[in-house]
């Protein structure tokens, strides 16, 4: 027995075929009660059967294991549940004998409120609160819903029956294949699913309206939504039936299933789940409403969407083999989510948006606490923290720079057999390099070893020396400090005009390369298609920006050497001086990605500044209003007839900065608007693209004394029964300057109001709440940690908090609160929070010692365009 304990994995005595399995879930107590048939086979002679379960009570005498090899009955004389490594360990009086037989188990539970295993969600029916009950197995809480062998490699077929009361919608990941309704009770058969992994089970009991529509092959999808709510679900319908034909050409594979549900769940942790063949959302993900839902709500549901669906190729007919290789599912999905997007909106452009991922995935990594792609996993509680800007975006990118370097052709063919060749089974890393070798006759799995296998990614620094190019590549670190990771980097570079690009692999410290073409600007990373950053050298910067200023660059490579510019600058390799004179190139930008990173750096330069040199605060914001009036102009406060979806993003981003740094003509006309708003909400004065914007500007002007903006959102959000309204004023309210309207707004996010899900989206605090943010977490820790603490929830409010600081004395205190406080959850998102404090306060002290900064800053205030 106690040999089972603290294992990673199940021992393997015997291995599970088909689970036969019967819920039946009472909503009104929020119970349930079960039974499971699990066909097996027993590897070798063993008087033990361990598989998982957690949370579930089994009682005495509703275990026994059928040999069919001796057809003889063995009931088991210890039944263990072990809870903290949740596993269920079944001893028994004799050696079972090998070959095939059932396990038989009975079983009760309870539908939690921590969105996992088998939970209630809540929703309201003609003004009536009620229950529904979802589950969400992925990583490892299958087992809370049955025993089971509840790891990805462990495939077996799934035949489910639903207990539930007659009038309600019980679906599952297969179609119905009978139904009897006794009284108020029906009984639901489903169809025998194919082999798959615990983890994509699914099964959801609730009162639900949908609509359908067939892909030309003829599976059948429909969209589930509460009732009264099925417009909302057409525009996801579309993609998903459009995104199942293009993936089908894709993987060269067609959909395994008969029929592909898609459902949005009012209470629900992640944003969705690519559950087979039963796909639950967010309903911010899956619901668009043609009236209040804004161009960056559209979008969001189209990425999801192509998300998870990628997934029933990428993960659900070929599964990853361990938790390591989660980067797989994750990675991929979000590599291909974009390949569909602009397959169906090629005006979204949505490859040059794709940087907005390789962005917050070089920012995680630019850690000392960061961690390789492929990374071990000892415990079922570490495989949460793994579902992070790493395994997807890191992931999505290395992905991305890959198939740039073997070609789109070549990418495609050579997934296409992986697909082939691990179908209904599992794979590894190595696994999906092996087909890309195979199909490219290129040394795919070295080159990609350095990118998984370790962590960081290098800074590759140019420099011109008598007609030559030096390249040499070191490790970037965030805090300046320079690790020794080596990479096979592929490098790309063009020389004063596109037509001429070249390429080589830089295997080694350094090398040097020939130049023809002396005089021209240099941009290396050609489109931002690798992972890694480049630093140029004076005279190359200063070409750079000309070519910038005469727009001689493409988007992705004006966004790349712009964010260069600011990651150097962050690690004090590069003076802030330099990178506003930078910033002052892109006066006249309007590309919609390049754009907001610009303001998103706006933004984090005013907060550092704001510590570093306070005095020099109202020049530095002048200059960030100045630097966006241009477009401003362009766009203004109405839209364009038959405008654009990147127009009308933009328009949302430009004036929620506008008002964010408090430009007074943009605070007054928004709160014009902001009234129009109140008297009517479909006003055509305030759409929703420029909601955000309206509701950023109001809170700049509520204090103690002038509360009537903030009660005026608060009763929208009271009012709407639209998500995507509701988060947008949630992620609005925390910009209020006031520290006492802030905590206000933080006890608002813990009150019943907010559903557990959203409360994170009112950590957007400004600066000036901080201090008060970080009180009010330690004060009400204890309930934080119980309510969020169960799932990847409650790391966003250690990160969120934590890391706006800039002072060593901050860091400091961070750790010595959570000294005693801090769980396995929480430790690396913890440590990379504390790192960013630290990294902040070096920031600020090397801004101080800037000679020509306020020089710089006071011209650039003023200068006029
Ligand atoms: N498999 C994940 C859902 C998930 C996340 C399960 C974390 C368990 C823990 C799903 O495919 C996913 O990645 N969802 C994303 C949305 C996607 C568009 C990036 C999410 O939930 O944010
Ligand atoms: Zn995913």
Redesign the pocket.
Known sequence: MEQFKGQPRLPKFASPKRYDIRLKPDLAACKFAGAVAINLDIVGETKFIVLNAADLSIQDGTVSFTSKASSKVFEPCKVDLVEEDEILVLEFPESLPTGSGVLAIRFDGTLNDRMKGFYRSTYEHNGEKKNMAVT?F??ADARRCFPCWDEPACKATFKITLDVPSDLVALSNMPIVDEKVEGHVKTVFYQESPIMSTYLVAVVVGLFDYVEDHTSDGVKVRVYCQVGKQNQGKFALHVAVKTLELYREYFAVPYSLPKLDMIAIPDF??????NYGLVTYRET?LLYDEKHSAASNKQRVA??VA??LA?QWF?NLVTMEWWTHLWL??GF??WV?YLATDGLFPEWKIWTQFLEESTEGLRLDGLAESHPIEVEINHASEI?EI?DAIS?RKGASVIRMLQSYLGAECFQKSLASYIKRHACSNAKTEDLWAALEEGSGEPVNKLMNSWTKQKGYPVVSIKIIDDKLEFEQSQFLSSGSHGDGQWIVPVTFCCGSYDARRSFLLETKSTSIDLKETGAWIKVNVDQAGFYRVKYDEDLQAKLRYAIENEMLSATDRFGILDDSFALCMARQQSLTSLLSLMAAYREELDYTVLSNLISISYKVARIAADATPELMDYIKQFFIGLLQYSAEKLGWEPKEGESHLEAMLRGAILSALAEFGDEPTLKEASRRFHAFLEDRSTPLLPPDIRRAAYVAVMQTVNASNRSGFESLLRVYRETDLSQEKTRILGSLASCPDPNIILEVLDFILSPEVRSQDAVFGLAVCREGRETAWTWLKENWEHIWKTYGSG?LVTRFVSAVVSPFASFEKAKEVEDFFATRSKPSITRTLKQSIERVNINAQWVQSIRNEEYLAETVKELAYRKY
């Open positions: 969400q992925e990583p942790a992640a944003g969705a789940m690519e993900a990425v999801v998300h998870e997934h993960g599912n994750e999905a979000t989510s949460d579902f997807y990847f």
